[in-house]
């Protein structure tokens, strides 16, 4: 948008000179994610961080020695569900949340608390569980129906943009997010977990005392506490026909109105995946290199 390329009002109003008119930084989709369901076990089988970087602790000896062990767990996630919580019996039908399994509880002054910007008074009932064994699940909100926006707030590249995801201007996206949460519950009820003695840790929101524990509301309250970016944005500069006001680059990821400029990242997504956008990300920019190999004869067709 600085460059001239985006809603020409917008930038008129910052007296930035319209190159092309085009809704760049509309349409802005993110993965929002509930953090806030954790479960005791009575097994000491999962993760606990003081444990993981004790030098005379077993995990730092298995991964120097063995490569195996808790620290060869990737991003710190060990599995991962897909659900259709309005169609569970379409095993064809895409999935509405994604379930992000962890081998232990939310510590203190670990990533989580601080990426949802958790209070003290919070962070200080988490950390009563620091030392406890324990797992967790993250509730991923994977086809979210709200749209945000990224607008300029200067005509100038230090100041900072406005950026305004609308998590939840959609009120279905509340519902489908509850749904997880109960998907979750139920798993938590399981043999399998209740093998462990699996126990739900009730932690007190202030903030929702007015709400019947368990019940949508309370969970709607909480939700708004515990949920942070999952960081996947995307569709800011949407892919779509020529002919599509709502639509910034064509199918060939060329932008629309100007010569020799592409975009191949999450931003083209006219809808989010639903799945981690890292991999699509990939197999975007591959595709845009093939393209370009091919306008310009350098693709080799294979057989």
């Given at each position: ?264 990242d999450a931003s083209i997504m006219p809808e989010i995946v639903s799945a981690h956008t890292n991999i699509p990300v990939f197999m975007i920019a591959e595709k845009a290199a093939d393209m370009i190999k091919e306008e310009w004869g350098y693709l080799k067709k294979s057989r």
């Open positions: 948008m600085l460059s001239g390329i985006g809603p020409a009002k917008h930038l008129t109003k910052l007296g930035i000179n319209v190159v092309q008119d085009a809704p760049v930084g509309e349409n802005l989709m993110d993965h929002l994610t509930f953090f806030g369901l954790t479960w005791t076990i009575n097994a000491s089988i999962s993760l606990i961080i003081p444990e993981m970087v004790n030098p005379v602790n077993p995990y730092l000896t298995d991964f120097l020695i063995n490569r195996t062990g808790p620290l060869t767990i990737p991003g710190g996630c060990e599995a991962l569900g897909f659900v259709n919580t309005k169609r569970p019996e379409k095993y064809d039908d895409l999935p509405d949340i994604e379930l992000l399994f962890a081998g232990g509880t939310i510590k203190e002054d670990y990533i989580i608390p601080k990426m949802i910007n958790l209070n003290k008074y919070i962070r200080q009932e988490w950390a009563k569980y620091a030392d406890t064994y324990g797992w967790s699940l993250g509730i991923v909100v994977l086809k979210p129906k709200s749209r945000g926006r990224i607008t300029l707030l200067a005509n100038d590249i230090n100041v900072k943009p406005e950026i305004v995801p609308n998590y939840f201007d959609d009120p279905d996206d509340m519902k489908t997010m509850i749904a997880g949460i109960r998907t979750a519950l139920s798993i938590g009820r399981t043999k399998t977990m209740q093998a462990f003695d699996s126990q739900l840790l009730n932690i007190t929101y202030t903030e929702c005392n007015n709400y019947e524990y368990d019940s949508d509301a309370y969970w709607a309250c909480a939700i708004r506490i515990m949920s942070s970016t999952l960081f996947h944005y995307s569709g800011t500069c949407k892919m779509g026909p020529r002919g599509d006001p709502t639509a910034v680059v064509d199918p060939k990821l060329k932008v629309i109105g100007i010569q020799g400029l592409r975009v191949a």
